[in-house]
């Protein structure tokens, strides 16, 4: 699959909308987007944006159905569901990616003299944006010049000017690591920035996961290998049906001013305030397909598809964490889109002995995925799935005391992102809090909840017609 099966896809099934009228790069696209999301409408694929002739597409993760045709899978799954079927795939033997000599992205080749960033339709967001923003929906590949090792990461990437973009790799990123080594080095780092691809190689660029390259691990959920070309020019390998690939180097000892831009969390950081320097990519060769479809995410208050990928791609990688971890009895998995798709998590429990609960709750702060950005987890018992937050609440109600069920941790990871982090501090650390909502499992005598009687349900059920219903 590349974007444009996905395109092919979602449209077939009403997911998708083109729109044919005019509009603007400048705030409208962003704004329409915004709307259409708040609606619960379909992806859009902008036709017609004032002064270019390539599309721009909006939106694509905004609901499960399409979450589900990214993973390849019916459309009846919820985001829970979902998750569970990628930690599934995702623990199974991977399948390597391979290489082949050619693709579509090999379409259009501008070298280093036509290069020119405002060839597409890069939108502007929100009035307050310091520019035009041509990653969003992007993953940067790079090369650990000590291991070998191909990593991507998904980093907001600002259009500085025809030729450059910041790109923000915040501190402790995998990204970040690898830029250092560059540095002490003395070398620039060689980057490729993939805008637009099989959707799911986004997702996988957008995970905290350690170790296995994520062109792999995209193999093992499509059940075939991810197909890559190897750039003649940085060496790292592309998506050969990516849309638009700019290439480039990042140079560690020269940072610019980048931002600032809206966030996910629906806030602006410090950048508002203050000048702050990022790393920056020089492009100097760009690769695209004819008419190069430019994919954007929405972004801002929760929730948007932003929300929605990041929510999906945390929960698949935390329950995949788990499993690793081998804890017994875990049911659902759930981090939540409306809690910026990172802050909290929710896992139900089948509790088989004594501190169970507590155990879930420790390992979920401890995995790769819980450790960064988790404010707070909370535990519930097998009979509520995690995704089901009316009835997470109610157990928060009537099976939760603050004393006995409450841990404070007060030094986690955190994301400088956060806008309840004092903004005098670093903002790198937050304190956490883990919330046991379960029925302990050493008591003796359980709370007795109330059943309906099974066969009086039964015969309502047959006569529920009848009723007049
Ligand atoms: C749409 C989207 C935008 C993101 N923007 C950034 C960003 O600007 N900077 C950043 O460091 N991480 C950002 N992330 C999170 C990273 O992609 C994620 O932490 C990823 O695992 C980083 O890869 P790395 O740890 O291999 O460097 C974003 C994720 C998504 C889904």
Redesign the pocket.
Known sequence: MDLRGFIGRCEKIGELKRITAEVDWNLEISHISKLNEERGGPALLFENVKGYSSPVLTGAFGTPPRLSIAMGMTTSYSMCDLAREWMKLSIKEVIPAREVSTGPILENVDDVASVNLDKFPVPKFYPLDGGRYIG????LV?RDPETGDV???????QMLDNQRCG????P???????MKKYKKMGKKMPAAAVIGCDPLL??A?????AGTSEYDIVGSIRGEPTEYIVSDFTGLPIPATAEIVLEGVIDPENFQPEGP?GE?TGYYTDELEKVIKKPCLEVKRVLHRNNPILWA?S?GRPVTD?HM??AF?RTATLWTDLERMQIPGIKSVYIPPEAA?RFWAIASVEQRYPGHSAHVGNAIISTTTGS?GIKGVIIVDSDIKADDIGRVLWALSVRYDPLRSTELIKRGRS?P?DPALDPNSNKLITSRIIMDATIPYEWETKPKEIALDKDMLEKVQSRWKEYGF
């Not at 990593?151 to 990437?157: A, D, K, Q, S």
């Not at 790109?167 to 915040?170: A, E, G, K």
């Open positions: 969003t929906a992007v993953f790079l990593n991507l990461g998904t980093y907001r990437m790109v923000q790799i915040l402790g990123k995998r990204g970040e690591r690898i986004f997702m660029g957008a995970m905290m996961q831009f996910y995410t972004v932003i990928l990041l791609t798709g960064y994301t992102l």
